[in-house]
């Protein structure tokens, strides 16, 4: 009981838990909300369009980029604020493809929902555990800075472009209607 306490009453523990489960359930919920909008463009910015896999990645950025507009408030004077929060932006873009196909190479199998589910809980909770322990780090010089303001840069352009003009490879590609982007969104019909 002692250890569940001191783990929670430890900041670096706290952000993991709390921005770890904020990107998750975000994410979730904006799984659904292009479809539930009629298909908004603009909801379809921070929502995924299709099932491919660059729209779940965009998923877990729509979740960090929401928690950045909340946790800037509290940890934004850390000296490595900016570099943390560019690293965690690069969690989900290489966990989430290299699990999700890793599985389905090593197990054989095209898909299966709950390790799916699991690994966008894995890569939300790993790019908390990124930030929250690069924040602890010693304050990183100006390259750093600089770094992350690439990294930052070349991410944000590419969470607001890559649904409207989609690479043409697997990572874009909707395994169900197999097309790319907006065409890649099948509509259900009731």
């Known amino acids: 009981m002692i250890l569940c306490y001191n783990m929670l009453m430890n900041k670096a523990w706290m952000i993991i838990l709390v921005e770890g489960l904020a990107i998750s359930l975000l994410g979730s919920v904006l799984h659904f909300t292009y479809g539930w909008s009629k298909q908004n463009k603009f909801v379809a910015i921070f929502s995924a369009v299709n099932e491919s896999t660059w729209e779940h990645i965009k998923l877990a950025l729509s979740g960090i980029f ?74 990183m010089d100006e390259a750093g800075g600089i770094v992350s303001m690439i990294i930052s840069v070349i991410v944000l352009a590419m969470y607001l472009s890559l649904t409207r003009f989609p690479l043409h490879n697997f990572l874009f590609r909707d395994p169900i209607t197999g097309k790319y982007g907006y065409d890649g969104h099948r509509v259900r019909k009731i």
């Not at 197990?107 to 322990?133: E, N, Q, R, Y």
């Open 66 to 139: 929401i928690c950045t507009l909340v946790d800037v408030w509290w940890l934004g004077d850390n000296p490595n604020y900016w570099f943390a929060k560019s690293m965690s932006f690069l969690v989900p873009i290489v966990v989430i493809p290299v699990l999700f196909y890793g599985y389905r190479a090593v197990l054989k199998v095209k898909s299966c929902l709950p390790i799916d589910i699991a690994i966008f809980f894995i890569a939300s909770f790993a790019s908390s555990a990124a930030f929250a322990g690069l924040l602890d780090l010693a304050p």
